[in-house]
């Protein structure tokens, strides 16, 4: 029992019986006590609470007892036990302290909560046929003898005992959540919380129903069940551990408790009638919210022969007004006074079905929500929010001049709690979503399908198998999907390194690079597909837009922006125009977005992977030409990819017999059989996602040995012929393959395995993408510097022949252009073209050896 | 047929029945099914069942079955109503059960009230679609079935033929001037003579009355926007209400309801009260005015129906089994009778169209293999068996693509006509959108049922500028016809909608658009009057050719197919072969089509496997068709 050593008087008084020792079992206090208690409570009392206000309005006294000292409670007309038990006490709005404000429990007014009580106006639909949920009576149970609230098995006082121990007690020391910014793990974690509210002053306590259910099952499942009693209940027990540790604290009102991510979460196709009264957690898109409504609570009226006053609470969606005067019996004398009236913010919101929870085909569904109070003006529309609330059904209204009632109910939500998706989608991983996705038998299936010898061609094989061969361009896009482990070095200065690959295909027109690249767009769950001809910078990346109504500036995400985590498809990489590419410098290495428009100055995260196809300049690839001078990239922006893939047209017959025997079966296999040869789509998706959340895998020393190797044969190769063939940028890439293939395997070691299939993979784009094609020599510094090692060394060589010729010509201080230019040509052993004669001028001339103007040379 | 009236005319009572009897258990809600599925089972049955699609609205008695043949266009969110409640008489304290499924409305006797409160009421969950008639239906659609309903037609039926009577005058009588009707025309103007009489027209009329009725009423200010895909289109919109398996149903699938319709007034009144009153109520109904009017528009417009038995139709050809699927006799029976006679009613048809593409049998060939085409599978994002068919150097300014058109429509169950323009683009709604004030899809062009026929006519299109609207407009016709999907609006995102679509683009030269293969048409003849020329192309056809024509496009798509080892080896072989004498002129998207050609050449003979022949034939077809292309590169080269 861990209870605070200060406060042991006060709770036993609260439990009524001074003389009981202050342990739990205690609260739920001997059988016969209890029923001595009910008996002695005249139904009179038990009833009024919600359908008789006026009882309450002459004893506003009661419910302020509640939090008063025991021996006013001794004086009180209410037995203490009732009390506690009918948390509708607790809503009664004219249990508002009038007086001075007060330090503690006493002096910090109520406040109602709609969310749990506002349509306390009909009949609920009740499924579990036992009765109403909705008057609370203590009752005794013929069995457990125990007071339980009516219709329900919720016994409020060992519910609340349950709920103070679980917010005293409750550590995980390893679940990490967001906001847990400066808790400590391994204290209790609710009170640290309480202690932030008295400190801040925000009267909220969110509570995770999944550390409630890990604690105690039973009050969970009562919490689900039965939100309308049970939060009330943890409402008073937050309340008094709040009031017993800061007994100064100074709150604008009582503590309210929100619960939510209910594990019982639900895609909103999935609600059901048996969902109704139930406490849910759904998520969704904002589409609409209304302006703000006030609700009336509590109407407050005049008689005006007498001036005597009165409150009616709304019953119903109704008030009843009282037709004659308590006082002096005139009928119908009161008068409604709107400025002493009661009234609360009430928000209608329309939420809609988040596109993943669709079904293909199917337009989304809609729930509207009723927001109350503070939580009016939470969300905006476009807000991606968890919502956690309580599912109502009301029967349309009965029209009193037709008989008939229209069959139908209105449903929505009352909203106890938001949660916003999005905000935090800018911030870090959103794991919570996909984590819950996986079912444990499919966790298992995924895991038995990692150990299989062959599962990297198994996946490889099941990528866009409608596209064919082309297997290394498959297995770099699964390496891509997978992406590396996310590695911080901030604490060094290097921020963080990028975990994800980016992989360009360019080839011929009609090499099916669309399709894969729609493939992909349509594999991965965050996946943006845009068309280089098509965007702008603005549309990748972000722009400022004034919203017409509100006149607010509000920042609107790009593709690169709405792929983080995902992958983001370009197509036509190659007509985006220079501005737009620009953009991706930043994306594409250090991983955010800079904005600075219209006053508004961000970085945005943009960790997404790129995937682009580039055609070549001429339409159809020149062999005889370079990657860059083929698809006329800057080298700056291609030294970024990964891996650069070359999809040609193979001149080849075996490869043309598989072709077409490929694609003959395309034409007449069933759609069945097709999906029994090739791994689902939804198994692939899976994989990944799982992979990508749980699999983090590290350099073993081995892997990391074999990775050192790697870098230096490949600085070796080039430094034979003096030429650079790697720099660390591809040591880097050849981490994030080999981190890439562990993946695949599920592995959580990267071991030389992984590393040799990342060379392998490596060295085969390379391959296509960086010989020179004069020398057929792979030469990485085609796609670092744009020019190969072989082609400068003969720039070189040019401008010296240049010189020599130039000085062998004497003293001569002007030359003709197109004399220097033959002379060269005939001097010259390989054909001298304009362009090269052009360029070993414009070395000279930086050697400050002679200058150009116009048609002439001069020498300096 | 001794109790027909019974179930035809007061299902509820049916209904009624098998609940008293089965009270106790929940299974009578799965006997109401078994009961009527029994009945529709019988001879006929089907075509007795009074169909919303023909009759007017207000000649259908409420509360009484009909069936209504439609495209689902919209989903709107599930409803929980009382699927079981109670009444109490507060005079006598009698209480009874009554079951509130098929109704709209919790009826109970004058002297009686619902308790709210009883532990007897059952919560159940149905959901609303919002379904419009098959966008583009051609009008011999819509006759025939009409026409053979009429036939069964009980007498019960509140419908009485004698008011045909006057219709059928009606119909001649706009007939005769095809002018008037020629834009709001969805293919009636041309009447395909003969033994067949539309008898579509009273009922258009009809609507249009009573929608001209509702926008001078003074309760509803702007008139209802039903939500048709096809600008013109006419037709009843339906809210049907469905309470099993609603999962299988997607938006775009067409159905064939059988239901309750429910037009009671009180479904309008309790809106307009809900209007009128004021400050709390307003509160109550949480919806916005523009959502109510489209969620419960005036029952007399929109009537409800709700849905006893539902199914996907494969197809709207009402000269066909409605389902082929099954193992019956029947079918089979009508299958096999029609493949006997299969090849000279191809030899007629492609008679028919080389004479509609003024005498190019190739492009006729062709139209053919386009017609029976569709998307019979996807692999991965790639739809397999769309044949988008542009047919290149049409005549220009010579209404040539307008009369192709019209005989078009004669073949194809639903079809439509795009003719491109500057304005055109950028004027209308092509991709679908969620309007979130009204809690609507918004429908737009593009919203077409499978197998639909659109024929986009780009001989129309000008030189111009295009604008933001224009260019998505185009996109998305591009994206149809690459992918077969069309990407709806949804403001915060786009959804994926695959669809399967024909698309066949009339253009001068190379179509801007993207397509499967270009044919260029080689007109052999000039007519000095197209308009004369091609509708006496269509009187020369025998009604009962023109029916077989129909039966042939229709049957043919549905068949399977298969191509054998054997072949398949000879198509790689000829494949090698072909890559060796061209390298460069042969690619993996050429033997895409050759087996496109081949597939729809040798179903279009009734063929389901591939044979030599038919192989040798489609590379022919082919070979020809690109000669052809080459000829006209060179003589436009020649002319630049």
Redesign the interface.
Known sequence: MSSPASTPSRRRGKRGRGSNPSTPQDARSPPSQKRRTDDSTSTGDLQPMPTSPPADVQSPGAADALFSSPPQFRHSAIPLDFDISSPLTYGTPSSRVEGTPRSGARGTPIRQRPDLGSVRK??Q???H????AEDIVATEQSLGQKLVIWGTDVNVASCKEKFQRFLQRFIDPLDKEDEDIGLDLNEPRYMQRLQEINMVGEPFLNVNCDHLRSFDENLYRQLICYPQEVIPTFDMAANEIFFDRYPDSILEHQIQVRPYNALKTRNMRN???ED?DQLITISG?V??S?QL?P??QEAFFRCQVCAFTTRVEIDR??IAEPSVCKNCNTTHSMALIHNRSMFSD?Q?I?LQES?ED???????????L?AHNDLVDKVQ??DRVNVTGIYR?V?????P????????????IDVIHYRKTDSKRLHGVDEETEQKRFTEERVEMLKELSKKPDIYERLALAL???I?EHEDIKKGILLQLFGGSRKDFTHTGRGNFRAEINILLCGDP?TSKS?LL??VY?LVPRGQYTSGK?SSAVGLTAYVMKDPETRQLVLQTGALVLSDNGICCIDEFDKMNESTRSVLHEVMEQQTLSIAKAGIICQLNARTSILAAANPIESQWNPKKTTIENIQLPHTLLSRFDLIFLML?P?D?AY??R???H?????????EK?EEEYMD?AVLRDYIAYARSYVNPRLGEEASQALIEAYVDMRKIGSGRGMVSAYPRQLESLIRLAEAHAKVRFSDKVETIDVEEAKRLHREALKQSATDPRTGIVDISILTTGMSATARKRKEELAQALRKLIQSKGKAPSLKYQQLLDDLRAQSDTAVTKEMFEEALRALADEDFLTVTGKTVRLL | MPCVGDWLNSPLSIVQGIFAQSVANSDWEKKVTEYFKEKLKENNATHWVPSLNDVPVHYLKPNSLVKFRCMVQ??F??????GV?ETVDPNTNARVLHF?KY??????G?Q???D??S???V???RQTFYCVPVPGESAWVKEISFLTDLVHLSPSTSYTPSRHKRSYEEDEDMDLHPSKQKEQHMGKSCCSGGDIHGCVEPKRLETEASAGHHVISPNCSPPLDLNFPLPGEKGPACLVKVYESW?SF????VLEVFGVLSVDP??S??NS?ERDSSG??A??C??TAEEQRVHSPPASLVPRIHVILAQKLQHINPLLPTCLNEEESKTCEFVSNFMSELSPVRAELLGFLTHALLGDSVAAEYLILHLISTV???????P?GKFTVNLSGCPRNSAFTEHLYRLIQQLVPASYHLRMSIESMNHSRFIPH?D??A?R?VSGLLQLASNTSLLIDETLLEQGQLDTAG?RNV?ALGNLIT?QKVDYD?S??R????CNINVLITSEGRSLLPSDCQVHLQPQIIPPNMEEYMSSLLTAVLPSMLNKFRIYLSLLRLL????SDEV?KA??E???EM??ND?EGV???D??KM??V??FLSLSAGQTT?SRERWLRARQLEALRKARLQQQKCVNGNEL
């Open positions: 009909a009949r639909v009740d499924l046929s036992d009765g109403l609600l059901n009638p109704i898109m589409i609409r209304s409504i609700e009336m969606g109704r009430k209608m329309k596109p669709m079904p293909a085909g199917q337009t989304p569904h809609t729930v509207a009723f529309p476009g059904a029967p349309i209204r009965v029209n001049r037709v008989s008939s009632v229209k069959s139908v109910y209105k449903t929505h866009a198998p409608s064919y009609g399709q729609q493939y349509n098509g047209d001149r017959e043309d017999r072709l077409a025997r694609l003959v079966s395309l034409y007449y296999q069933s759609e097709m789509m | 919209d989903m969110d599930p409803e929980f109503y009382m409640y509130g109704r709209d409305v919790a009826e109970c004058p009686q009230e619902i709210l409160n532990s007897q009421t919560t159940s969950e999962e997607k938006v775009n699938d009180v479904l009144i309790v009260e709390l109520d509160m109550e949480m919806d019979y599978a996807r692999r991965d994002v790639l397999l969620k979130y004030t809690n899809l260019v996109t992918w949804f915060y995102h959804m994926e909608f695959p399977d197919y298969s191509i398949t198509v790689e000829d494949f090698v890559r060796k390298p690619t993996a998207d033997l895409h087996l496109l081949a597939r591939l």
